[in-house]
């Protein structure tokens, strides 16, 4: 015998909406992951309750969940394009829904739950602390959210690739942006989603955007190159992340990652360097007063010699420059008395440290040289 929506919560059929309402509270109380129970048993709740509001007596079948499963195929690629356009507007929606409720917590200084989203479009779970932070359980995949104060979160963050109008983009504008133990977890930020906190920190996981080619419908053998480029800003904090990869943008006062690989842009005043990598047409955006900072375990094979240094003041300097000059060498020349290691010294331990001040008279330098090279090759006289 089928299990109807009504055995699921433990109530008899013809139910009004306050016992239904309230089977699901109890039951919900019983089996939240919050309280040890089992989310597989909660979500199985949850989705027979919200069936019941709509007159819905009996769960999904098999094939019903198939035919609703948030990805779909097509015999034509309109026909997937068009179907999951609709899911990502649902979901936006749903979004849109979420902000509000979270910010008129946020005014009136409460603290609720709240699940969004459904089984289809994947749920979402937002709490509003004492605290005042937003505490996100799940995979935020679609639409803007803008909130208050600080936000946890337990999930990854993508960004729908079949279109731009529904770009995932979650603005801060104050307090800190936290994964839960990223490097843990392996949460990660992809496939052009932007976060932006205005005035705290952003300390996440894995950052990856998309680059694809995308066949000319007119042009036979002829390809466009399509990206989707996450973007991460936290202009007055930090960026903390582990590995970034495939065209990503962060810009920060300060931004602390392990590698970075394949189109990358760091911007910032204080770029630190953990892991052994900054390949593939990357760029460092350094402003005045900066500085690069490698760590111990990083070596100069590690750079890729196409790889950019971008000054404040326009200048550009590429890292294969710095390899062939040697960026040890390159610290010793710059600061005085290297031996003492004192605290303005740029070489720490086993790693090294490049200034602003450094790369800019790297750059007069060998313009100087240039010229004077010029002049010798064509007889002038270097005055």
Not at 150 to 178: A, C, N, R, Y
Request: avoid cysteine; charge should be positive; aromatic fraction near 8%.
């Amino acid at each position: 015998m089928v299990e109807s929506n009504y055995d699921i919560l433990g109530i008899v059929e013809g139910s009004t909406e306050k016992e239904i309402r309230d089977a699901f509270r109890r039951l919900a109380l019983q089996y939240h992951s919050d309280r040890g129970g089992e989310n597989e048993q909660f979500i199985k709740i949850k989705q027979a309750y919200d069936d019941l509001k709509i007159g819905k007596k009996y769960p999904d079948t098999d094939i019903e969940k198939l035919r609703n499963s948030r990805v779909f195929s097509g015999d034509t690629e309109a026909d997937v394009r068009r179907k999951n356009q609709i899911l990502g507007q649902q979901l936006s929606k749903e979004m849109k829904t979420a902000e509000e409720w979270a910010s008129a917590l946020n005014r009136s200084n409460s603290t609720a739950t709240r699940l969004f989203g459904s089984k289809t479009l994947g749920e979402i779970e937002l709490e509003r602390k004492a605290t005042g932070a937003l505490s996100i359980k799940g995979n935020f995949m679609a639409g803007s959210l803008t909130y208050d104060g600080p936000i946890v979160m337990q999930g990854s963050i993508t960004s729908p690739s079949w279109t731009q109008e529904f770009k995932t983009d979650i603005h801060l504008t104050k307090g800190d942006f936290k994964f839960i133990n990223p490097l843990e977890t392996k949460y990660k930020i992809e496939n052009g989603a932007r976060l932006i906190a205005d005035n705290g920190n952003i300390i996440v996981g894995n950052i990856f955007g998309r680059k694809y080619k995308v066949a000319d419908k007119i042009k036979v053998g002829v390809f466009q190159i399509q990206e989707h480029r996450t973007h991460i800003s936290a202009l007055n904090g930090k960026i903390i992340a582990e590995n970034v990869v495939n065209t990503v943008s962060l810009d920060a006062d300060t931004i602390i990652v392990l590698n970075v690989e394949d189109d990358v842009i760091l911007s910032g005043r204080e770029i630190l360097f953990y892991g052994g990598k900054f390949t593939h047409d990357s760029v460092i955006e350094l402003k005045q007063d900066g500085l690069i900072r490698f760590f111990e375990s990083f070596s100069i094979q590690g750079l890729s010699g196409d790889a950019i240094i971008k000054l404040e003041n326009g200048k550009k300097i590429r890292l294969f420059d710095l390899k062939t000059k040697k960026i040890k060498d390159l610290a010793d020349e710059f600061v005085p008395n290297k031996e003492n290691y004192g605290k303005d010294a740029t070489m720490v331990g086993y790693g090294f440290t490049i200034t602003y001040d450094m790369l800019d008279n790297l750059s007069k330098k060998s313009t100087k040289n240039q010229k004077s090279s010029w002049a010798l090759k064509f007889g002038f006289s270097k005055n």
